[in-house]
């Protein structure tokens, strides 16, 4: 740290001015002087990009005069602080976001005019970070939103993978994946900082060796070691803070292969830096399924161990004791992906600082706090005790330690074997492993779920023992999505009606959507309500025609289906149904339906069978409808590739019914259904994660309620579900299923779709023939109550209104209040 009066002095003279507001004269300035200075570029030469890059810059300039100012007032307070752990970030396009929370879309929007630039242009040339797979991942980059909106001293830390989750392309009606060159064109919104370094070991052995005052000192002697370095993307609130997102890269440590380099080895020694910098090549690409890969234990350890020595650099430079390290920081996991956090902490404080084990595990227990994202057992972490041992010997020393502990505290309060073999931190049935959501659960002082249901089923399912044990540990923080991203940025059209009525208060309180109430049954205001969705529909169909040729009737039902390809969100049983309309349709019994687009998106894991042959299905299903000229004027199917952050900008506020159809207990929460919802589409859905939320707040009447609940679910397993048998007592349902074999979808290929039908016939792990025909009869209900546009419109204006629990600002005041304790310090 240097000192440097004359810079202080000026610093603390001129304080930093507001980033807010800027005048058109002020952004067309420094816009050109970023396109000519900062980047070099005559205007003979410059490309759209540059163009981009330029205005780019000069954004992140006022974004990061916001965090300045954020970070005095913080210091001035002395506040409680927060770090977000997460594996995956997935923010969307910042450019946009950052001119509406600068208040500035207008006056930039004029400025370019004035050069005779286009901002919409300009504004399609970003391309995204896919730092992450799905809701997990968009849900932590909403959190850092209304982290900073609101004005939470916070840090969220994760890691840059040079490769996001893949592109995704069609091939013969086939998912075909293609490398994510994100930073191909430079990445505008980030900051180096090669000196906010850490080096992180990996491998060897442990010594253990008592000292002269004949304590126990270990040592660990690793056998590699990486450099990981710190890129700063500063994230900016609503008229309100900066924080930043800082992501680490990992690199080799030059000196470290001396000896190779001095036999002249120099081939071997590059290589050897080439093989550690793969620790942040890529981002694994599957949602809720473990690869097991070395790889990836290697990467959680890496930004695990980069954040803390980070945040503990943060602490000592403000003069402070490790021992009152907790009540200055809570560091919150985001799933169990950072849980090897619990060990690293108490390995730094016990092994480095010389911290007493029971100090350093209270100070540890009192730090974390621990978000559960899913029941789905192949989604529990567990990481193989050979393997963690290979990798990081002293971390698992430690875990053991831990365990023993706690184990014997449970003797001691006289737990059963049998309960303490299930609440162990290591699984010893078969290959021994670690239970990560275990060791997360015993280091947190508070766990959560996602959804009230979510929560309700973690304490009677997953960790019932823990809960049973320590019932004040458990809570609920339901989950929420960043309403302005995805409302006032994605669906401007209706930000403007609702801002024309009721000003912009809703903005920083989404529950002030309620004002609108009174115009629920105002005919010309359902009708202009109508035209912007009419709008939205129209601009998506234009999108949806030049990326898949397939042309879409805006007047028709827009009806979607985007998420991650899961069995369990049964994508499948949409297309039984839509199968079931074409049948209809065939045979002459189609009067009723309601002319249908069917929209989906969403990608599969790479290595996941059954979802890749759903895409392939769903595809095979369009091309068949889509030119039959005796259906495809009552129905149209389309699959659009390589849904985003940015492509869903564009679904949402053009969706009019939205699937939420998963098996009741599987969704954790979902935060598309709060997306849809709050652009003005219903929803059909089951009674799970946050479904239920959302039909308590709009009302059972504005939502389309079907399927067997979580209860009944149980209830059909144990009972002994045999698919078939309803298979053949229900007439439509085996047309439709036989459909799948007959050929006709496949160019006479009955093979193709045979892994499907076998499965839902023979075990169905997900219901869906159960829950058929209550789907079909709530779809009948849809298109009965489409007919009537005036009643649609009451329902789609009730469902926004009411989504004022959904927003990511109240879930981040209920972590403040419940798990963080932390007061919100804002600069504006
Ligand atoms: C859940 O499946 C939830 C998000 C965010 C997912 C989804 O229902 O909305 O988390 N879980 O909480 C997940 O990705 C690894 O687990």
Redesign the pocket.
């Known amino acids: 740290k240097t000192q440097n009066k004359n810079i202080e002095d000026y610093f603390t003279s001129s304080k930093p001015g507001s980033g807010l507001d800027l005048s058109k004269e002020e952004i067309k300035k420094s816009f050109l002087e970023k396109l000519f200075y900062g980047l070099g570029r005559i205007p003979t030469v410059a490309t759209d990009n540059d163009y981009y890059s330029a205005l780019a810059l000069a954004v992140r300039d006022w974004v990061f005069r916001q965090y300045v100012r954020s970070l005095e007032e913080y210091a001035e307070q002395d506040s409680r602080g927060v770090a977000y752990l997460s594996a995956e970030y997935l923010p969307g396009p910042h450019l946009g976001n950052n001119l509406l929370n600068l208040s500035i879309t207008k006056t930039t929007r004029e400025a370019l005019a004035d050069l005779d630039l286009d901002l919409d242009k300009i504004l399609e040339q970003e391309v995204e970070p896919g730092l992450g797979?799905?809701?997990?991942g968009r849900?932590a980059s909403c959190y850092l939103d209304s982290m900073a909106t609101l004005g939470v001293p916070s840090i969220g830390y994760g890691i840059r993978y040079e490769f996001g989750i893949f592109n995704q392309t069609l091939k013969d009606g086939w998912q075909a994946e293609v490398t994510d060159k994100w930073l191909h064109y430079g990445n505008p919104w980030e900051v180096v900082r090669p000196e906010i370094a850490f080096e992180v070991k990996f491998g060897g052995y442990t010594e253990h060796k008592y000292d002269s005052n004949n304590k126990l000192q270990v040592n660990w002697i690793p056998d590699s070691e990486i450099r990981g370095t710190a890129y700063d993307t500063p994230i900016l609130g609503y008229r309100s803070n900066g924080i930043i997102m800082r992501l680490w890269s990992a690199e080799a440590i030059e000196s470290f292969d001396f000896a190779a380099y001095n036999m002249g080895d120099y081939y071997r020694a590059v290589e050897k830096k080439m093989r550690s910098e793969n620790i942040t090549k890529v981002l694994y690409p599957n949602?809720?399924n473990l690869s097991g890969k070395e790889l990836r234990l290697k990467q959680q350890y890496f930004f695990v161990s980069c954040s803390l020595q980070d945040i503990i650099r943060l602490h000592l430079l403000q003069g402070r004791e490790l021992e009152n390290f907790h009540e200055k920081f809570n560091i919150q996991l985001n799933?169990t992906h950072p849980s090897i956090a619990v060990a690293e902490l108490m390995r730094i404080l016990v092994d480095i600082h010389q911290m007493e084990w029971d100090e350093a595990w209270h100070v540890t227990r009192h730090t974390f706090a621990y978000?559960n994202?899913?029941l789905l057992p192949e989604?529990l972490e567990k990481w193989s005790v050979n393997l963690l041992g290979r990798l990081l010997p002293r971390h698992l020393e430690i875990i053991y330690e831990i365990n023993s502990r706690f184990l014997n505290e449970l003797r001691k309060q006289n737990f059963s074997t049998e309960q303490i073999s299930r609440m162990s931190l290591i699984d010893d049935r078969g290959e021994p492993s670690i239970r990560m959501a275990h060791l997360a659960t015993v280091g947190s002082h508070k766990v959560n779920g996602?959804s009230a249901l979510h929560s309700r089923l973690l304490k009677s399912m997953v960790l019932q023992d823990f809960a049973e044990l320590w019932p004040e540990k458990f809570t609920n923080v339901t989950?929420g999505v960043a309403h302005r991203r995805f409302l006032a940025l994605s669906n401007p059209g209706l930000a403007d009606l609702i801002t024309r009525k009721i000003g912009k208060e809703w903005l920083t309180d989404l529950s002030a959507l309620r004002n609108l109430e009174k115009f629920a049954d105002d005919k010309s205001f359902q009708e202009e309500w109508r035209n912007i969705k009419f709008k939205n529909k129209e601009r998506l169909t234009a999108l949806i025609e030049e990326r898949t040729g397939v042309k879409l009737d805006p007047s028709m039902l827009f009806d979607i289906h985007v998420k991650r390809i899961h069995e369990y969100k049964r994508q499948h049983l949409k297309v039984l149904h839509i199968l079931s309309l074409y049948l209809r349709l065939k045979n002459g019994k189609g009067k009723d339906i309601s002319p249908t687009s069917f929209i989906f998106g969403g990608k599969a894991a790479p290595g996941y069978f059954m979802a890749k042959r759903i895409i392939k299905l769903i595809t095979a299903v369009a091309d068949l409808i889509n030119n039959d000229p005796e259906v495809n004027k009552k129905l149209k199917v389309v699959f659009l590739p390589n849904f985003s952050v940015k492509l869903a900008q564009q679904v949402y506020p053009a969706a009019d019914l939205s699937e939420q159809i998963s098996m009741a207990g599987k969704?954790?929460?979902?935060?598309g259904n709060m997306k849809f919802s709050l652009n003005g589409a219903l929803t059909i859905g089951t009674l799970d994660?946050?479904n239920v939320e959302i039909r308590e707040e709009v009302g059972e009447k504005n939502f389309f309620l079907f399927g067997l609940t979580t209860e009944e679910v149980q209830e059909t397993k144990k009972a002994g579900y045999h698919p078939y048998r309803i298979y053949e007592q229900n007439n439509d349902l085996r047309e439709v299923m036989d459909f799948l074999i007959s050929g006709k979808l496949s160019k006479g290929d009955k093979e193709l779709f045979r892994p499907i039908y076998d499965n839902l016939l023979q075990q169905d792990p997900y219901l869906l023939l159960k829950d058929y025909q209550s789907y079909i009869e709530a779809m009948d209900e849809v298109h009965k109550t489409w007919k009537d546009q005036n009643e649609w419109a009451k329902r789609s204006i009730l469902n926004v209104i009411n989504m004022g629990k959904f927003s990511s600002d109240r879930s981040i005041s209920d972590y403040c209040e419940d798990i963080w304790k932390v007061e919100t310090v804002k600069v504006v």
């Open positions: 797979n799905g809701g997990l849900l949602d809720e799933d978000t994202h899913t989604a996602v989950n969704e954790a929460s979902g935060t994660g946050a």
